[in-house]
């Protein structure tokens, strides 16, 4: 493994570089006082001492005094795996830690910390970087679709949103006018559609419901436009707006 891989690896045990630089001459030369480490890796003596103490706390050092004078030897590279494990049981019982105080964070959280965030995309490209943010989510979809104005306005970006879509499985229950290009009944495209007659409801808007997240889209050619609306209580009630419709479509589709 390379010098640095070496090192980029034991930082992340949460070793630090004084403590990267004793370990590894130790493990060098086998036994040392602090004196002749702080030599070696050029620290001073106290800080050479200190760090020692620090990898014994850690259990990767052993200390023994002879003749009034402390020496130090690496305990097997093993033993990092050991402290691994120790760090492991400090996550989770800080984890338990944080799950006990989340009621009362919440509880003093101010109102403000928790209003929407509202995205706006704008033209062509803003509108494809807004569903390549729903595509992000990899989250069920449920939509109000237009009748064929996305077709028309952005068919590149129609055609990669659904592939995309099938190659992670992404479930999409669509609402839309009857006579749409695109939307038709489709298990083996994860696609569940349910229509309304367009000369009742011609849809010229898409409305997407995925995760906590609601987008709408214009597709006007010289203003397409996006909003993205980003609240886990106002993506809910969109979505229950939507299973409502869902249903009552289901018991008596319009025609």
Known sequence: MPPSSLHEVLRNLLLNDREIDIYLALLTIGVAPASSL??????NRSTAQYTCNQLTRKGLLNQA????????TPEPP????????????????KERDVQMILG???????????QPKVEYFEGVDGIEQLYESILRLRAPIDSFEDKGEMCELIPDCVDHFVATRLKHK??????CPSDTPLNRNDPKKFRQVRSVPTRLFPFSCDVKICSDQVSIISFQKKHAAGI??????IADNFRMLFELLWK????????
Do not use: C, W
Not at 38 to 43: I, L, S
Not at 104 to 114: C, E, F, N, P, W
Not at 248 to 255: C, F, G, K, N, S
């Open 104 to 114: 009362d964070l919440k509880g003093r959280m101010h109102s403000y910390a928790v």
């Open 228 to 233: 993205v609306i980003k609240h886990p209580e």
């Open 170 to 175: 992404i479930v999409n229950r669509v609402i």
């Open 65 to 72: 005094k002879k003749k009034g004078t402390f020496y130090y």
């Open 78 to 93: 093993e033993k990092l795996l050991h402290l691994l494990e120790r760090q492991h049981r400090d996550l989770e019982r």
């Open 38 to 43: 702080a030599q070696r890796t050029k620290m």
């Open 248 to 255: 009552l479509l289901e018991a008596q589709p319009l025609t």
